[in-house]
């Protein structure tokens, strides 16, 4: 009884409170149309006086599909790119994965464009302490900047979709800088440092607990302290609105220098979707390719093919930006494939952690026939993980299309059975919001 009377005194008092501050509005409109007229305003504010009441649903809170609001936020859908419309990752150079960008070899070079932060990641195994570089080469004195990334980790198309430390240099600005990306960009630190375009700049990093000290042509320009260092992760090439091309690419660790030269990449038969990463145990061969002709959805599908070994193979992922999927042990989570397959295979879906290594749940799909046909699943976790994936797999050779994919948690994570999570809306609730605007033409 207490707290029903408590919270209706609120509603009562928050309503006198909204009528007055109307009843002020008005009249300091009137009193302002007075004052410019050069007549003189009279203000009386009877606050006793009871005026037409304010809904509490009139004024709420806005959501945009921005900042994880929606995806990753409210909604209750786990899988992030569910309809394969993301390109795969481009694989212009040996050894080398590009999430994003234009990369091309020429003479032992490599020419990267300009934009939004393009990457070039390497495949060398991953290290904390020790020392990196490359020749860069800035043509024309335009604005933007280029140079090395290290501690790369979890790379994914996006300016600042990934982990790691930037040490690039702006020529227009005659700035070194030294920041660091977790998907964000903080600045660590920068410096002056005589440097012109149109000629080879040799760039260094020396890697060192949380201390990075970058050089420029042999000499030592600035030196940043991290007081959150990020740990062990590969190197790479990036570039800020400005093309670039990179030469004599290095790693030094153990006092050991390796070389990573940059060779054309033969065409891949793996080409996956850009939020998804491939699946293989055994020596199962996977091929995969975006499909552009009858799509589901959008302008592509994704094509996973078991080619020939013993095993499975398919494709994996792992929510919102690979950030990992949350799942509770015990409690069921539904969803659904829309899958095409000329011939009749079965197709695993699969709950499973980050790497694969533990299973917690598994359901069989079998696709037969060419046109799309949608295929629901439960599956139930036998174990807790903050950080899993979800995985659609063959167990023999065969092939099938994906159109789309959907995945969310069982009623007891959802508000009143609706596609959208509980946790949030309770929160939301809590916090008092009565009526949310869905900004934008999201329709």
């Not at 670039?244 to 660790?253: G, Q």
Request: hydrophobic share 40%.
């Amino acid at each position: 009884m207490a707290t029903t009377a408590g919270r209706s005194h609120g509603r009562t008092k928050g309503g006198a409170m909204k009528r007055l501050n109307l009843r002020l509005w008005a009249a300091l409109v009137l009193w302002s149309a007075a004052s410019a007229s050069g007549q003189e305003a009279t203000i009386r504010v009877d606050a006793g006086q009871p005026g037409r009441p304010v809904s509490r649903y009139l004024a709420g809170a806005c959501i945009e599909d921005v900042n994880h609001e929606v995806y990753g936020g409210i909604y209750s859908q786990m899988i992030f790119g569910e309809s394969f419309q993301e390109p795969p990752p481009a694989g212009q150079v040996r050894g080398f994965v590009s999430p994003d960008g234009e990369w091309r070899v020429t003479g032992g070079e490599v020419h990267g464009g300009g934009g939004e932060g393009p990457k070039l990641v390497s495949s060398a195994q991953a290290f904390e302490n020790g020392e990196a570089g490359v020749d860069v080469y800035l043509p024309g004195d335009a604005g933007g900047n280029a140079g090395l990334i290290v501690r790369v980790n979890q790379a994914r198309a996006g300016a600042d979709n990934f982990d790691g430390y930037e040490v690039s240099i702006d020529v227009a600005r005659k700035l070194l800088s030294v920041g660091r990306h977790q998907r964000d960009f903080r600045l660590l630190e920068e410096a002056r440092c005589d440097v012109a375009p149109d000629r080879w700049i040799s760039l260094a990093v020396k890697l060192t607990g949380r201390t990075i000290e970058a050089f420029v042509d042999g000499k030592s320009v600035l030196q940043a302290e991290d007081d959150r260092p990020l740990g062990p992760g590969t190197v790479g090439l990036r570039q800020w609105q400005r093309p670039a091309r990179y030469r004599n690419l290095w790693v030094k660790t153990d006092d050991r220098r390796v070389d990573l030269p940059f060779d054309a990449a033969p065409d891949t038969p793996v080409a996956i979707s850009g939020m998804w990463g491939p699946v293989t145990t055994g020596d199962a061969v996977l091929q995969a390719a975006v499909e552009t002709e009858r799509a589901f959805t959008g302008a592509q599908s994704q094509r996973v093919t078991f080619a020939s070994g013993a095993g499975e193979a398919g494709i994996e992922n792992q929510g919102l930006n690979r950030w990992g999927m949350a799942f509770a042990a015990g409690k069921p989570y539904e969803g659904y494939v829309w899958l095409r397959a000329e011939k009749p295979v079965e197709v695993i879906a699969s709950l499973e952690s980050r790497d694969g290594s533990r299973t917690y749940a598994r359901a069989r799909l079998s696709a037969n026939g060419d046109e799309w046909r949608r295929h629901d699943f439960e599956l139930t976790p036998d174990a807790p993980d903050p950080g899993g994936r979800f995985s659609l797999r063959l167990d023999s050779p065969g092939y099938v299309v994906v159109g789309h994919a959907f995945l969310q948690p069982g009623e007891w994570g959802r508000f009143k059975k609706l596609p959208v999570r509980r946790d949030v809306v309770e929160g939301l609730i809590d916090q008092g919001v009565t009526a949310l605007r869905y900004g934008g033409l999201m329709a």
